[in-house]
């Protein structure tokens, strides 16, 4: 299929087929994901594939049972991973240097991007996906059941399998709230009510709101969707996350 169609006809899919997906279909999206853009070329970033029953009956529970997790025949998680690249270092007379949270937010953004390339790869293939949020709650217990080693935290996750529906295609805000042409343009309330219009006009806003009992829509996203408690208490645990797999050491006398 043609890539720029396959990505304009991108939707989520949450059902799936009993049907494996073939391993050059697989390597295809393997090799779209490598071929990504990476920071300076390191590729510091580890994709972990989930097939097994049990393990997939164990992410299940971890990823709040959403159900894609047992449906789909394949998970890919995806790691920044300094662990291989550290060890090479080492090896090699060199000194790592990247236990810091900069080396994270490094390898967070190439396994980010390697992720949507296997996505649109997959996509393009005739599969479908799904992105699965819970990863970043949930890390600490993806770190022990992967037995992933310092240097490395679970930072995406997705769900892939032959699509076994084909739901419409979701909303997205106008091209004219989401870009700015050479200095940012700050919303006036006008600006915000357009922006957010067709949005807030779906008979499914209409349903989150009725049946939330709330007046606004944002309301439904700041009061039930991600409120100010879940966003802090997993921030919290992120955090210690990022410190047990290393990548908090700001300290210049101890890291270098
Ligand atoms: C980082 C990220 C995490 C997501 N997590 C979940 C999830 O845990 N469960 C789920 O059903 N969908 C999840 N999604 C899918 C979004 O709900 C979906 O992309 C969004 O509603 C837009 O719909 P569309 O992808 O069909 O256009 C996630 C998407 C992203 C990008």
Redesign the pocket.
């Known amino acids: 299929m043609e890539t720029l169609h396959t990505l304009l006809e991108?939707?989520?899919?949450?059902k799936y087929k009993r049907k494996p997906v073939e391993k050059k279909k697989m390597d295809n999206i393997y090799n779209a994901a490598f071929r990504a853009s990476t920071t300076g070329g390191m590729q510091v970033y580890s994709i972990l594939k989930t097939e097994d029953p049990e393990m997939k009956k164990a992410l299940h529970e971890i990823?709040?049972k959403?159900p894609?997790l047992l449906e789909a025949p394949v998970t890919l998680t995806f790691l920044a991973d300094f662990n291989r690249f550290n060890k090479w270092c080492e090896q090699r007379q060199a000194t790592p240097c990247y236990d810091n949270f900069m080396s994270f937010m490094t390898a967070a953004i190439d396994a980010?991007i390697a992720a949507q390339n296997a996505c649109v790869a997959a996509e393009d293939q005739g599969l479908g996906i799904?992105?699965?949020?819970?990863?970043?709650y949930q890390a600490k217990k993806l770190i022990e059941l992967f037995e992933l080693p310092k240097g490395v935290v679970p930072v995406?996750?997705i769900t892939i399998g032959y699509p076994d529906e084909t739901?419409p295609?979701?909303?997205?805000l106008p091209m004219n709230a989401m870009v700015h042409h050479e200095k940012y343009r700050d919303y006036s309330p006008g600006m915000i009510n357009e922006a957010y219009q067709e949005k807030e006009n779906l008979p499914e806003s209409a349903q989150f709101i009725k049946e939330n009992n709330l007046e606004t829509l944002a309301q439904v996203f700041t009061n039930v969707r991600y409120p100010k408690k879940m966003n802090v208490d997993f921030s919290k645990l992120f955090l210690d996350v990022l410190h047990e797999q290393g990548f908090m050491n700001h300290d210049m006398e101890e890291g270098s």
């Open positions: 991108h939707r989520t899919i949450r990823h709040f959403q894609m980010l799904c992105y699965i949020g819970t990863v970043t995406a996750c739901p295609k979701t909303d997205r």
